[in-house]
């Protein structure tokens, strides 16, 4: 007979936490966008296993961690997955390019002329 538990359901709330965090850190925060992934991947290990160990009937064991991890993971990608589908524009600015050269008289004559 097929054993019919609630654990798949935890991924959905894992994933919409993590998600949420990772939203909260990338528009309110001044952490780099390239740590969002590490830090929702930490935080869907994390949220995995205090519900595991809350349950007091779940067994912590590798699948514990992986699938806080995969979870984890899985928001980003559902965030960037609803940023492309409603073309959404990065908030993250491009690196500003400056020229601070300095520039004497005598070169700025020499560029006019050629």
Same mark, same amino acid.
């Not at 936490?17 to 966008?33: D, E, M, S």
């Not at 809350?54 to 979870?71: P, R």
């Given at each position: 007979?097929?054993?019919? +538990? ?5 991924? %959905?709330?894992?994933?919409? %936490?993590?998600?949420?965090?990772g939203f909260v850190v990338k528009n309110y925060t001044k952490i ?14 994390? %949220?995995?296993?205090? @519900? @595991? ?17 995969? +979870?984890?993971?899985?928001? @980003? ?7 492309? +589908? ?5 908030? /993250? ?10 520039? +004497?008289?005598? /070169? ?5 002329? /050629?």
């Amino acid at each position: 007979m097929m054993d019919i +538990s609630l654990d798949g359901l935890l991924v %959905i709330p894992v994933v919409i %936490i993590c998600f949420l965090v990772g939203f909260v850190v990338k528009n309110y925060t001044k952490i780099p966008n390239k740590f969002i992934p590490l830090i929702s991947m930490i935080m869907g290990v994390v %949220i995995n296993v205090i @519900t @595991t160990v809350a349950d007091k009937e779940a067994a912590m064991n590798l699948m514990t961690f992986i699938a806080g991890a995969v +979870s984890g993971l899985a928001s @980003t990608g559902s965030y960037e997955l609803i940023k492309n +589908s409603l073309h959404v524009q990065d908030t /993250e600015k491009p690196a500003q390019v400056t020229d601070d050269i300095e520039v +004497s008289d005598e /070169e700025a004559k020499i560029d006019d002329n /050629e």
